[in-house]
């Protein structure tokens, strides 16, 4: 058997593989073997990488990065990018990751879509996005990168308009595509820099010169500067940052396991990865980072206030998702790689498990998504209650929960990183709160108080078994997926964070940022303990626990209380500060009735036809003149030798410049 | 005043006159007589340039033989006096002012056209010289133009014979 | 009178005139035979013609072996006449093969046609080897009047006699203006023969007489190529002619006029080109645009094509008035080209007008495309040679015209002849539409195809295309008469 | 020379062959006559194939070259050859053509002959286009391509058709007419047809001056961008397309639009490259509002046909800037993106046709929620769209990328505005696609639709196999047309000797034609004409 | 006695010509049209003699008249048919009844 890191294409393949079969094929099949080569496929991935990561670790530390090419993908010129692959510490975190979250996910949704029409469709599409999600994170070069980043788009796309018959579904799914197109223009162009900066859109080549580059400081916007932004604008679209977040909360038309995979755990936090992954590009172009920072801390405040007030179960975790990834934007932003993709791992846990239990409770409803409608089904669907439970308590940040320590890592480096910038980080914590709030006010409209459905109609009942395993395991994640920097509480090191520093130190300058560069602040570890269990954050999200315990459980009526005071906020936050409408009319509206109106009918029927077509008719009239010399009478025609003869005559002498 | 200036002049305003009756007669009779007459002083014109047997063959030919065969059509189609309409604004407008101004024009030009040597001698070649002369030119150096007006002829009579000819 | 003597040099002269000769010949063997012929029968004087025509037509070859000057420089049998024959003959015998099924149709078979035919022929081949002035008038007298006849042969068709009228009145209008011409060069020269013309043009520089002279002869001239402003009567003439006399009205007289045009402006008048440079390129001009325009908006397929053929002669101009030897074999080959595609296109009208000329409107071709394919593919093919597509003929034709212009540097002239044939492409294509793209009329009984037709029809479309492939071979021809004409 | 000495020739016209045999079979004969067609079509695409086995990558100059006297005067030559960029056109045609033979199957009924006649006449004609490296050569196969063409939208079409061939073919004559007077003049500066020979004249500077030389890249070039079409020139296309039967269409999209973009890598750039350059700026701002104005119209086009024509503007926009950026990335690119768009756009064409065939209109309103009735051909539409909207380890991204990149090397502001391309095509393919095939089904009759037949699923399959491994597998055709692109930029630079079989340069014009040499009565015109000063 | 120049014909021939070509587009009865053509055709005539005369020696100009007067009959027996057989098909003369083709 030959090393994996020999074939590396095999871990990208085998769900392509599993796809092929399935769409191929599958139209006819029991979902049972549709199930043996969806989920077989991407298990075998699963299995692959996890022999990836022994081969890893067992290679001498010398060369930690693996760096394999099998062979050019486009060549022309100067230009060259191959089926090429970039293994180290980080492209190892995020494989395990997507591979892990991704089979689970995989798992739940045998159970979750046993009913649904186009089964195989569905994992078709399902180890489809596997393939395209690996191949992103494992690319070792920025165009195959974009190869996944493109891919996973489309996949998603799929996803979300899976149930085609509904037309909020397929026109979300076109939303998101196009969306996220519009940020790939920016990081189109980025490559484009890149490659006429670098003279190559490998990594390697990228980073080492990068790194050899002076660093761009605050305000000086150099080609890193540009690339770092043009590339963030992918970021931006694909990881649904403001301005361009708008098709994540619609995207929640998808299958719920869609959700959760690429809309929570994986596709969205590509965007995060890029980033992470260029940081050397980053740490050069300070402006850019600044940019980041900000984008970030905006987007997970703003997203956070929408979230407060949503109904919709899914929609709530939406936001909720958006404003997540504005905090590893924030980890980025203030050179808190390691932080925002420790975040990013927490987060793939705690926010996969949330969607996949909104999933379980939805399924219980029976299709049910208004969180006005639930209400006490903690004792009914107890499984679900408690692994949703522990998600909403990592998510919140609750000490020893996994969110707890990546959060913090990234407030900290926010406070007092390289970066740090005290503006951003208070928001972050606003953010926390609210966080802390909306999460629980969801944990109890759903699962505390009485039951606000026709217990006759609706007959609730637990998920199958398929459904829960997947839970609990995530539920598991959630909690202890953040223990790697359990030592931090008592100043030691974060072990997740040493793993990730030699991806992050190859940037060999300054600005690489660790949160226990807090913990380097000496003091014993009693003290440690006691700063880190009463870290602000931690505090915060308490604030926002009891105003949503106060809210919905002691004074179930006060809501519509505040609702009713601050009408015109509420109303606001409920409809997404009508930045949907204003998009239509600013921006789709006029595009198509220009398009329609100036261009089609104007420009193009009116004018250049117009042109085309009056020439033709003015020369035909010309000619229905033109004929009226053949008047049909001789003496005219006689006329006309006459005219004829005289001016040759005329002509002729003139010439000859003898006429006096 | 000489002989021959008295002369010219003369027949060179008949003919003049001759070509407007020509134009202004309204019947064609009279026009065709009207171009007898021109060809009549052109006839003497011919006389006063010694070449009478151009003279001779003007009378006999063209007065002699192609106006009578004109007089003899208007006869047998009994052609009315002509009715002048103007259907053709081109004619009234263009071409009869032009057919003037190229009347004028012609004239003048041709007046101040540099022209080969005048004649060597006043007195005019003796008659049979010039006629030899003329009959070895047309047999010899023209044979071939004089073969084609044979075909000519014929292809007039053909035409005649094709055109005019009643159908049983 | 003493006899006219038997000399060696007239029988090398009579050798000169050969195709003249026979013509003639055969045209009066023609009239002979035909009282004797019963009305069943006279389709035989139509043969007889083809094959005095195909005599004449290898006459050429006796030509060719004593090419040179004959009858004092009356006649020039040189390579340039030569292949004027080539063009005038072969429509002779093409119009002969074309003409027999349409008098039958019209019931007016009769043997004056064929000879007329032939001495029509005759008189374009004099004109064609011409080197004298009255030897050319007597010669365009001989095709004119034969042609005039010609014109008016239906009888019974009120259209037939105006177009033989109108034809007549202002042909001898026009040739008396080509006479006086001659008169003037005369007077100023002292000599009609073109040799000694442009001798005395090179030693004295041309004065006004000359200048009046060319003037009167271009319009004599230029009528009989159809040059605007002279073209006034074509499309009457072309129209209410018999279709086969079109055919050859269209082809054959251009050719042979042309001829003449080229010998007494390239060569008589060679030195004086300033003087009629510019008539010829404001001829062109004129003669493109009213073409292409006018025929615009015909309906009916005959007067188009009369159109047509004055935007044609236009662009021959414009090879023309590069005043070149390149321009002169650009002529020729157009001219040969052009007989061959017109004298075919009209053919096939010819054919599709039926008994009474009846079907001329374009609606008339709807969907022939499906009734009778090959006519109207052999159409389509003249139409599109006519417009002008590679590999036809007319391609190479307006090819060279544009590339002899081009050399002279008249660019601006090419642009116009350019912009002209993509205007006149319209109404090429128009026809071909609607014998393709429309949808056939429920009556409509096809034409038979006679042998003689086909045969003519295929020779036509033939030589189109080689002309449009292997042009070489007429080209160098075409550039060695260019060069015999100095 | 090549394995075969004829080979090229073969390829020009053995489709005529075919042609010739249908002429024989019986017009009521359908069956034989569709099974030579295609026989013969797939002969050729077979026979096409041997091209690249003859072909080295290495050598940047012509190759398989054949070469014969055919015209002495002018000295015109039947001269073919073939190099890395009329290689896959080539290959690109013999392709797509049986293809077309199979979508016309069973949708011409009338006049079956006629119509594959034309077909395989088409076919010759382009083949012949890419092939001659002779300028009359060039401009004859150019021309009477045209006509088959014409044919195919006129007898064939639909609705319009008549008026569509009508201005097709006038619009592109008016272009062509210019070109001839330009190859002509070009023929009176350096005394010869044949492209590097010319080339090789224009190097020892024959063009005296730049408005010359102006002159002529506009007669030529104008020709191209409306072939193209270029943006102020394409309105033409809507209608040709719309009306057009699907094979028509897919020849025209896929090939014939190649011609205009050809015709300017082949002789404008090398022929005229001060022109070339001056124009650029310019061209290149044509091209970007062809690529935004193309895609912003095609996104509001209520008829699927005409959608899918106006998104060849935008794609074809691409190609233009592209060639015009001067770059070897950037022409690899164009090279690569008129196969892209044959390809993809031919799919589409024949997918939006075998709708037609089914529903007989073309109005998106008319469709909707088809994936419910006919999964399989919905999901060939949904891979064409993606192909078309560029999408990565899909040809059409390959090309548009090394297009950005090439060009934004030469101006990054270009590039950018050309990707937003990207985004709108994104915005009208999917929108469209979601109106035929997505939601509820909107109409009766759309409920008992077939899906697609063997036939057609064969069809869309071998393009659909073809497009993804254009896809991936791209270095295969680049690694060809990476010499001969550099070459096209080697000679835009003029100081170099061009071509092997280049004839030791000839006194100009006269040694060519004697006659012109002695000609008094040239000179006299030249000084009469005014026009000749203003020629000058 | 001193001859009469010759350029007094020559001018003569011109005012004749010229009348002709008046008479030609003037007059609307088709037999004095053609008669419009004789004139003109005499008025050569009188040129060729005139010149004829200017150059003296050689009498090729009479030669050409003689030519001219044949094709004028010529003409003259043509037309004259050809006025016949119109007058025949429509009973009128005037040459602007004359005008089914036009256009």
Request: hydrophobic share 55%; proline share 4%.
């Amino acid at each position: 058997m030959p090393k994996i890191a020999d074939i590396l294409w095999i871990i990208p393949l085998l769900p392509l593989a599993g796809a092929a079969v399935n769409g191929l094929l599958g139209k006819t099949w029991p979902n049972s073997r549709v199930n043996v080569v969806g989920i077989g496929s991407v298990s075998l991935a699963f299995l692959a990488v996890l022999e990836l990561v022994r081969e890893f670790f067992t290679q001498p530390m010398a060369q930690a990065t693996i760096v394999k090419s099998f062979g050019p993908w486009i060549l022309a010129a100067g230009f060259r990018a191959d089926f090429g692959f970039w293994i180290d510490q980080l492209t190892i975190v995020m494989l395990l990751v997507v591979a892990g979250v991704g089979l689970l996910i995989h798992i739940y949704s045998t159970g979750y879509m046993a009913h649904e029409g186009g089964y195989y469709r569905f994992f078709c599409y399902l180890n489809l996005f596997m393939f395209f999600m690996l191949t992103l994170v494992m690319a070792g070069n920025l165009a195959l990168m974009f190869v996944g980043w493109e891919g996973v788009g489309l996949c998603s796309y799929l996803l979300i308009g899976f149930y085609f018959l509904r037309k909020s579904a397929i026109d979300a799914g076109k939303k998101a595509f196009i969306t996220t197109r519009i940020g790939d223009v920016g990081f189109t162009i980025g490559i484009l820099l890149v490659f006429w900066t670098f003279n190559s859109v490998d990594f390697g080549p990228i980073f080492t010169k990068a790194a050899a580059m002076p660093v761009e400081g605050m305000g000086h916007v150099g080609t890193l500067t540009a690339i770092a932004l043009l590339l963030f604008t992918g970021a931006i679209g694909k990881s649904a940052q403001l301005p361009l977040y708008v098709w994540l909360p619609d995207a929640m038309e998808g299958p719920t396991p869609v959700s959760a995979l690429i809309h929570a755990a994986t596709m969205v936090t590509a965007g995060v990865y890029m980033v992470a992954r260029m940081h050397v590009i980053y740490s050069h172009a300070l402006t850019a980072m600044l940019v980041v920072a900000i984008v970030g801390t905006i987007t997970l405040f703003y997203s956070a206030t929408i979230s407060l007030v949503q109904t919709d179960i899914k929609k709530v975790l939406a936001y909720s998702t958006v404003s997540q990834l504005g905090y590893m934007f924030l980890g980025c932003g203030v050179g808190a790689y390691a932080a925002g993709i420790f975040h990013l791992m927490t987060h793939a846990f705690f926010k996969g498990l949330l969607f996949l239990a909104a999933g379980s409770v939805i399924h219980a409803m029976g299709g049910e998504q208004d969180m006005r409608k639930m209400g006490g089904l903690r004792t009914k669907i107890p499984v679900t209650y408690w692994t949703m439970f522990a998600a909403t308590l990592a998510i919140a940040g609750a000490p020893l929960f996994s969110g707890y320590f990546s959060k913090e890592a990234i407030l900290d480096a926010a406070k007092d990183g390289p970066n740090a910038n005290l503006t951003l980080w208070i928001i972050g914590i606003l953010g926390a709160m609210l966080t802390a709030f909306y999460m629980f006010r969801l944990l109890f409209l759903t699962f505390f108080g009485a039951p606000r459905y026709d217990e006759h109609k609706v007959h609730v009942h637990e998920s199958p078994r398929n459904m829960l395993v997947p839970l609990v395991i995530l539920a598991v994640l959630a909690v202890a997926g953040g223990w790697f920097a359990l030592p931090t509480l008592v100043g030691g090191p974060d072990h997740f964070q040493n793993f990730l520093r030699p991806v992050f130190e190859s940037g060999a300058m300054g600005s690489v940022a660790s949160a226990e560069s807090s913990a380097e602040t000496s003091g014993s570890a009693g003290e440690h303990l006691v700063r880190a269990l009463l870290a602000p954050g931690v505090i915060v999200a308490l604030i926002g626990f009891f105003t949503a315990w106060w809210f919905y459980i002691r004074r179930p009526e006060a809501p519509k209380k505040l609702a009713q005071n601050l009408h015109g906020v509420y109303v606001l936050l409920l409809n997404k500060y009508w930045v949907d409408e204003i998009y239509l009319a600013l921006i789709v509206r006029p595009l198509l009735w220009v398009s329609t109106n100036v261009l089609w009918h104007v420009v193009d029927e009116g004018v250049i036809d117009g042109a085309v077509n009056g020439s033709a008719r003015a020369a035909r009239e010309i000619g229905g003149e033109v004929r009226l010399i053949q008047s049909g009478n001789a003496r005219s025609y006689a006329s006309w030798v006459v005219i004829g003869a005289v001016c040759v005559a005329v002509l002729v002498l003139g010439v000859l410049g003898m006429v006096r | 005043m000489t002989l021959p200036y008295l002369l010219f002049f003369t027949f060179a305003a008949i003919a003049v006159a001759g070509a407007l009756l020509v134009i202004f007669m309204k019947h064609p009779i009279h026009s065709a007589l009207a171009l007898i007459l021109v060809m009549v002083s052109l006839a003497v014109l011919y006389l006063l340039l010694g070449a009478e047997f151009i003279a001779a063959v003007q009378i006999i030919v063209y007065a002699g033989a192609i106006m009578v065969l004109f007089v003899i059509v208007i006869m047998l189609l009994n052609a009315g006096v002509e009715q002048r309409t103007n259907l053709s604004k081109m004619a009234r407008f263009a071409g009869v002012p032009l057919g003037i101004f190229l009347t004028f024009a012609l004239a003048f030009w041709l007046s101040h056209a540099a022209l080969a040597k005048p004649p060597a001698n006043a007195l005019l070649p003796s008659t049979e010289d010039a006629t030899r002369e003329l009959s070895n030119l047309l047999f010899r150096t023209y044979l071939f133009p004089f073969e084609a007006t044979s075909i000519v002829i014929l292809i007039a009579i053909l035409g005649a014979l094709v055109l005019a000819r009643r159908d049983s | 009178m003493m006899p006219i003597p038997i000399s060696p040099e007239r029988i090398e002269d009579a050798y000169r005139v050969a195709p003249e000769i026979i013509l003639c010949a055969s045209g009066i063997f023609i009239m002979l035979l035909d009282p004797f012929l019963p009305a069943a029968r006279k389709r035989i004087c139509g043969w007889v013609a083809v094959i005095g025509a195909i005599g004449a037509l290898a006459s050429l070859w006796l030509v060719w072996q004593h090419r040179g000057p004959a009858y004092g420089g009356l006649i020039r049998a040189d390579e340039f006449s030569i292949f004027i024959h080539g063009i005038v003959l072969t429509v002779a015998i093409l119009a002969a093969l074309g003409s027999m099924q349409y008098l039958d149709n019209e019931r007016i078979q009769r043997g004056e046609y064929y000879s007329l035919l032939l001495f029509a022929a005759a008189g374009m081949g004099i004109l064609g080897s011409a080197g004298e002035l009255v030897t050319a008038f007597l010669g365009l007298e001989m095709s004119s009047i034969s042609t005039y006849i010609l014109a008016g042969f239906r009888r019974t068709s009120l259209k037939s006699n105006e177009a033989s009228l109108k034809y007549f009145i202002l042909g001898s209008f026009a040739t008396a203006f080509f006479l006086y011409g001659i008169a003037m060069v005369y007077g100023a020269t002292g000599t009609t023969t073109l040799a000694r013309i442009q001798e005395s043009l090179a030693n004295s520089g041309p004065n006004l007489l000359e200048g009046l002279g060319i003037a009167m002869m271009f319009v004599g001239l230029g009528f009989k190529v159809v040059a605007a402003p002279f073209q006034v009567y074509a499309p009457d003439v072309y129209e209410g002619a018999p279709t086969p006399v079109t055919a050859v009205l269209a082809s054959a007289p251009k050719a042979a006029t042309f001829a003449l045009m080229l010998r007494i402006f390239y060569t008589a008048f060679g030195s004086a080109g300033q003087l009629w440079f510019w008539v010829i390129w404001i001829a062109a001009v004129l003669s493109m645009c009213i073409g292409n325009f006018a025929a615009l908006n015909q309906t009916n397929i005959k007067r188009m094509l009369a159109y047509s053929s004055i935007a044609h002669a236009g662009y021959i101009l414009v090879a023309f008035a590069a005043a070149s030897e390149i321009g002169a074999a650009a002529v020729l080959f157009y001219l040969a080209a052009y007989a061959l595609m017109k004298l075919g296109a009209f053919l096939v009208v010819a054919q599709l007008g039926g008994p009474g000329e009846r079907r001329l409107e374009i609606k008339d071709y709807a969907g022939l495309g499906t009734q009778q394919p090959v006519l109207a593919a052999c159409f389509s093919l003249f139409l599109l040679s006519l417009l002008g597509l590679p590999a036809t003929g007319g391609f190479l034709g307006k090819f060279y015209a544009f590339q002899a212009a081009l050399d002279s540097r008249l660019v601006w002239l090419v642009v116009i002849a350019a912009i002209n044939s993509v205007i006149g492409s319209y109404y090429y294509l128009r026809v071909i539409v609607s014998m393709y793209f429309w949808d056939p009329q429920k009556e409509f009984q096809p034409v038979a195809v006679t042998p003689g037709i086909g045969t003519a029809l295929a020779i036509a479309a033939a030589g189109t295309i080689y002309l449009g492939i292997f042009p070489s071979r007429a080209m160098q021809f075409a550039l060695l008469s260019a060069l015999s004409l100095r | 020379m090549g394995t075969q000495p004829h080979l090229l020739t073969l390829v020009t016209f053995l489709p005529l062959l075919g042609v010739i045999a249908i002429l024989f079979l019986n017009r009521q004969d359908h069956v034989w006559v569709r099974r030579v067609a295609l026989a013969t079509s797939l002969a050729e695409f077979v026979i096409s194939l041997f091209l690249l086995a003859g072909f080295s990558a290495a050598n940047p100059g012509f190759q398989l070259e054949e070469f014969h006297g055919w015209i002495s005067v002018p000295p015109i030559h039947y001269h073919l050859g073939i190099d890395g960029i009329s290689l896959f056109l080539v290959l690109l045609t013999t392709f797509l053509t049986p293809l077309s033979v199979l979508a016309s199957w069973n949708s011409i009924e009338t006049r079956t002959k006629e119509f594959f006649v034309a077909l395989l006449v088409l076919e010759t004609g382009l083949i012949g286009v890419f092939l001659a490296l002779d300028l009359f050569l060039f401009f004859l196969f150019w021309e009477v391509m045209l006509l088959p063409m014409y044919f195919l939208i006129g007898i064939w079409g639909h609705g319009r058709r008549i008026y569509a061939a009508l201005k097709f073919i006038l619009y592109t004559m008016f272009g062509s007419i210019l070109m001839l007077v330009a190859i002509v003049w070009l023929f009176n500066l350096t005394g010869s047809f044949d492209l590097s020979e010319i080339q090789a004249r224009l190097a020892t500077g024959v063009i005296s001056s730049t408005r010359t030389e102006l002159l002529l890249f506009g007669a030529f070039f104008l020709s191209f961008a409306i072939k193209v079409p270029l943006f102020p020139f394409h309105t033409w296309l809507p209608d040709a397309h719309t009306e057009a039967p699907t094979a028509g269409s897919v020849i025209l999209a896929g090939v014939m639009l190649k011609l205009g973009t050809y015709g300017m890598l082949r002789f404008c750039l090398p022929l005229f490259p001060a022109a070339s350059r001056r124009m650029a700026p310019v061209i290149a701002v044509l091209a970007i509002i062809g690529i935004i104005y193309g895609a912003l119209v095609a996104t509001v086009q209520p008829n699927l046909k005409r959608l899918v024509a106006y998104t060849s503007i935008s794609h074809l926009g691409f190609v233009v800037l592209g060639i015009f950026a001067f770059n070897t990335i950037s022409i690899e690119g164009s090279v690569y993106q008129m196969l892209n768009h044959g390809v993809s756009t031919g799919m589409l064409f024949l997918v939006v046709g075998m709708l037609y065939d089914r529903r007989h209109t073309f109005e998106i309103k008319e469709y909707g929620g088809l994936a419910t009735s006919m999964p399989i051909l919905s999901a060939f539409f949904l891979f064409a769209c993606l192909s078309s909207l560029a999408l990565p380890l899909l040809n059409g991204f390959v090309g548009e990328f090394l297009i950005l990149i090439g060009v934004f090397a030469r101006h990054p502001a270009w590039a950018s505005w050309a990707s937003t391309g990207s985004v709108l095509s994104a915005v009208y393919l999917l929108w469209a696609y979601q109106r035929v095939a997505l939601g509820e089904i909107t109409h009766e009759k759309n409920k008992s639709l077939p899906d697609a037949s063997r036939r057609e699923r064969i069809i869309l399959a071998t393009l659909s196999v073809i497009i993804l491994f254009m896809g991936v597998a791209s270095p295969l055709f680049t690694r060809r047309m990476e010499s001969s692109a550099n070459n096209v930029l080697h000679l835009m630079r003029r100081d170099v000797p061009v071509d092997a079989r280049t004839a030791p340069a000839k006194p100009p014009i006269s040694a060519t034609r004697p006659l012109a040499a002695a000609a008094p009565l040239a000179t006299i015109a030249a000084k009469t004409g005014g026009s000749s000063t203003r020629a000058r | 006695m001193t001859a009469v120049p010759t350029s007094y014909f020559v001018i003569l021939s011109a005012i004749l010509f010229g009348l002709g070509v008046v008479a030609f587009v003037f007059k609307r009865n088709i037999i004095t049209i053609f008669m419009a053509i004789e004139l003109m055709l005499n008025a050569v005539n009188l040129a060729f003699v005139a010149f004829d005369r200017a150059l003296g020696g050689a009498h090729d100009g009479w030669v050409f008249v003689l030519f001219v007067i044949v094709v004028a009959a010529a003409e003259a027996a043509v037309g004259l048919a050809i006025v016949i057989t119109i007058s025949h098909n429509r009973q009128s003369l005037n040459v602007e009844d004359v005008d089914l083709l036009k256009f």
